[in-house]
């Protein structure tokens, strides 16, 4: 599908801490990075700002955001104002209110068209079984079966053009990806992790994501650029 001198890939960045580092590590492997996320009613919308910031200082060839309503289903404290984003609360083996139905399934299926109209072999995305919040579509067995799911519901896959998923960082620790991400030189303090961070992009301190992120650059020896407002 692409020739070795100019492979292309689409990196799904949501202006959060792992898909900074997997942007990264796509231009670490010689990939010309076509970045995408999405507007799709998150509360925590400066994420946004940091996905143009994070896909500009890291080389992307192109930077797009679609605009994708979850608010009209809701289910997820991400999407439904009514629903508050828990806060200093115990891990448990139960997935979360903060996770959004079907959200990465939605992403992919996009990336995977704008792959092909690119004429690009390759989807990157930051899922992680590891330090995570639980969420179902953040498994190696969601993963394989999209890719899988990929290769037999397009043009391409049908006419032998190999469509692969990436998630390097599927089995690595918090720790492990900040310290990956700091020796390919990601400027951590560009990206916003927290669930409600504010217009600034200022954290929590206090969500799920927060508390990964901030036990991620402990456990790594590397200073925690994060901003916080309380």
């Given at each position: 599908?692409?020739?070795?001198?100019?492979?292309?890939?689409?990196?799904?960045?949501?202006?959060?801490?792992?898909?900074?580092?997997?942007?990264?590590?796509?231009?670490?492997?010689?990939?010309?990075?076509?970045?995408?996320?999405?507007?799709?009613?998150?509360?925590?919308?400066?994420?946004?700002?940091?996905?143009?910031?994070?896909?500009?200082?890291?080389?992307?060839?192109?930077?797009?955001?679609?605009?994708?309503?979850?608010?009209?289903?809701?289910?997820?404290?991400?999407?439904?104002?009514?629903?508050?984003?828990?806060?200093?609360?115990?891990?448990?083996?139960?997935?979360?209110?903060?996770?959004?139905?079907?959200?990465?399934?939605?992403?992919?299926?996009?990336?995977?068209?704008?792959?092909?109209?690119?004429?690009?072999?390759?989807?990157?995305?930051?899922?992680?079984?590891?330090?995570?919040?639980g969420y179902p579509d953040c498994r190696p067995a969601?993963?394989?079966?999209?890719?899988?799911?990929?290769?037999?519901?397009?043009?391409?896959?049908?006419?032998?053009?190999?469509?692969?998923?990436?998630?390097?960082?599927?089995?690595?620790?918090?720790?492990?990806?900040?310290?990956?991400?700091?020796?390919?030189?990601?400027?951590?303090?560009?990206?916003?992790?927290?669930?409600?961070?504010?217009?600034?992009?200022?954290?929590?301190?206090?969500?799920?994501?927060?508390?990964?992120?901030?036990?991620?650059?402990?456990?790594?020896?590397?200073?925690?650029?994060?901003?916080?407002?309380?």
């Amino acid at each position: 599908m692409n020739s070795p001198d100019n492979r292309k890939a689409v990196v799904l960045v949501s202006g959060g801490l792992d898909s900074a580092t997997v942007l990264a590590i796509a231009r670490e492997r010689g990939y010309c990075c076509y970045t995408l996320s999405f507007d799709y009613g998150q509360r925590h919308r400066a994420e946004l700002v940091a996905s143009g910031r994070v896909s500009q200082a890291l080389g992307a060839v192109e930077h797009k955001t679609l605009a994708i309503d979850l608010r009209a289903i809701g289910g997820s404290a991400l999407t439904d104002d009514d629903i508050a984003v828990p806060e200093d609360a115990s891990p448990d083996q139960s997935i979360p209110i903060t996770y959004v139905p079907a959200r990465n399934t939605v992403f992919l299926s996009i990336a995977l068209g704008w792959a092909e109209v690119l004429h690009a072999g390759d989807i990157f995305i930051g899922v992680n079984a590891v330090d995570y919040s639980g969420y179902p579509d953040c498994r190696p067995a969601f993963i394989n079966a999209f890719e899988r799911m990929a290769n037999l519901a397009t043009r391409a896959g049908v006419e032998g053009d190999v469509l692969r998923i990436h998630a390097p960082l599927m089995d690595m620790s918090k720790a492990d990806i900040i310290r990956r991400g700091s020796a390919l030189g990601v400027d951590y303090s560009m990206t916003v992790s927290c669930y409600q961070a504010d217009a600034a992009g200022r954290a929590c301190g206090h969500c799920d994501s927060c508390r990964l992120r901030r036990q991620g650059f402990l456990a790594a020896g590397v200073e925690d650029p994060t901003k916080y407002y309380r």
